[in-house]
């Protein structure tokens, strides 16, 4: 009895050794990559839950195990990027906005991880690639909608904090409502919070006051404002048509799947390397798009928007970039 | 200069004003309440996240609104007892265990909120408090639209005041609660019970804050999300010095502060393109602190605030 436990034990300790060594090997034939992601807020925020929705599906068809840690601080960010790392997972997905260079360090200290990470900075090798939601495009088509139906030729703007990522929406949005309504007027505001649903409506009901008849709802609460004062609305990154019906004219939507496939399978077949993967958020790669409530607005804008849209996706039309905090009109 | 004018002159703005003041007021009341008593609660920004969540998720269980308000006072009372427990009989320090009393709460409320809906992609939505239409008074120029289109929360908030006013100035209650935070061996040489009294007051002071999270969740937006009391708590707890523990103040400075936040927005858009919007957003706190100076200089502080008590002991 006693040798033969002994040679059980043994069996064990080496099969364990052996899978252990096996393990991220056998884990990379089979197909599932390990991804964790790292969030600042929870899943439910617009700009999130594109990157949370594409991953589950990716979940869903079996490609990757997928875990992740929400409401994570900027300050405690680089613990949990190590703690990821240290457990062996293969590939890191977040946002770094808040902590550029410190992620790009800790990035260093594991160049078998791959990180890919929503930043306004850009690639480092050998392992830190960067994503943005590189949505101009179809938020310039969005403005052209919204310069075309304004009556009172007042378009109200409430955005979260003024960095590159949401002014460069807001830009592109304005000029796409400036090329089709020379006249229209734009109140800009910022609320300096991801969050705060009551007061972006405050802010929004400021503009109404003011006579915007059109809002850009880039935050939560903007649309819940113009439902009240029955106005339309602009949706930003995610649609949000059914929950506010009637309202909003259309959206501009960010797609993660385009991006998050091709990182996926980028470390499943070993060449994952630090890139800029943000084209990938373009139209023409399926990671933005435009949807129009047709019910709202009327034929000939909405054949003006599709020939903008064939162009931009033939390589015809390219929407500027700016990246400057927009400003009111007044 | 015309434009700021005829901003302050208009209805909208001072309804804005009252709306953004409402979760103030009911914040203000409830530390006022704790501090008449001798007790500092710090669990007040805490307190505000649980009384979003729990009145939010009682409403969307199918507690029906007024079911979700109580549901909130009653949390805001349940964290109201911890501190009182914990500061009160043990005598520890106020601003410690109400820090602990803040970060327990939010965590709390945001891990019940993840645990009942792990996989929800949008925040769901109930359906809130709307703006009352009272007939007659409603038709009254400016105060009508300013006053009595509100929800009915809003409402709540200015009996609120009146009630807080009547306790503490007409009842002998009120005169107990006042000589416990001036006086405690007072109040124990009548035979009454410190403890009890102080106890008492943080809780109902705290089912007030929790109040004041919930107007949040249900009539000023009709979804919890994390993060979104966003300091509103914080800042009551000045707001009661400007108040000097008074009501009436309290109200004044609630409005106060809802009419600077409600007139920068306004500012922003207006001017927004010659100064930093930064500015804006933080006059209303400037301004605060700035009113806060002025009258903190003459402000009553209730005594025995922030000294602990034990029976027995001189």
Known sequence: MKSKFSITRRAILAGTAALALLLPAGAALAGTVKVAAIYTLPVEQQWISRIHLALNAAKDRGEIDYVFSENVANTDYERVMREYAEQGVQLVVGEVFGLERAARKVAADYPETGFLMGSSFGPVAPNFSVFDNWIHEPSYLSGMVAGASTESNVIGMVGGYAIPEVNRLMNAFMEGARAV?????????????????????????????????????????????????????????????????????????????????????????????????????????????????????????????????????????????????????? | MMDILQILLSESFWAASLRIATPLIFGVLGALLCEKSGVLNLGIEGIFAAGAMCGWMAVWLGAGLWGGVLVAALAGAFFGLIHGIL???????????????????????????????????????IEPFRALDIPILSDIPFLGPVVFQQTAMTMLALAMVLLVWYVLNRTALGVALQAVGDNPDSVDAQGLSVYGLRIGAVMAGSALMALGGAFLTMSAFDAFFFGMVNGRGWICIALVIFASWKPGKALLGALLFGAFDALQVRLQTEVGAMVPGQVFLMAPYVLSIFALVVAARRAEYPRALLTPWFKGQR
């Open chain 1, 181 to 330: 309504n020379p006249e229209v007027k734009f109140l800009v505001n910022f609320i300096d919070s991801w969050y705060d649903p009551p007061k972006a409506k405050e802010s929004a009901f400021a503009m109404m006051d003011a006579g915007a008849d059109i809002m850009f709802a880039e935050r939560f609460g903007v649309a819940d404002a113009a439902v009240e004062r029955g106005v339309k609305a602009v949706g930003n990154v995610i649609d949000t048509s059914a929950d506010y019906p009637n309202t909003i004219l259309t959206s501009a939507l960010w797609h993660m799947e385009p991006t998050i496939d091709r990182a996926i399978a980028a470390v499943a077949g070993g060449t994952f390397e630090a890139a800029d993967y943000g084209q990938y958020s373009f139209m023409s790669y399926g990671g933005g798009s435009l949807v129009v409530d047709k019910t709202l607005v009327s034929a000939e804008v909405l054949a003006e928007v599709e020939a903008t849209e064939t162009s931009i996706m033939e390589g015809m039309f390219r929407v500027n970039v700016n990246d400057d905090r927009p400003v009111s009109d007044k």
């Open chain 2, 87 to 125: 500061t009160v009989p043990l005598g520890l320090s106020q601003h410690v265990s109400g820090l602990g009393v803040t970060l327990f709460a939010t965590s709390l409320s945001y891990f019940t909120y993840r645990t009942a809906l792990p996989t929800v992609t949008s925040p769901p939505r």
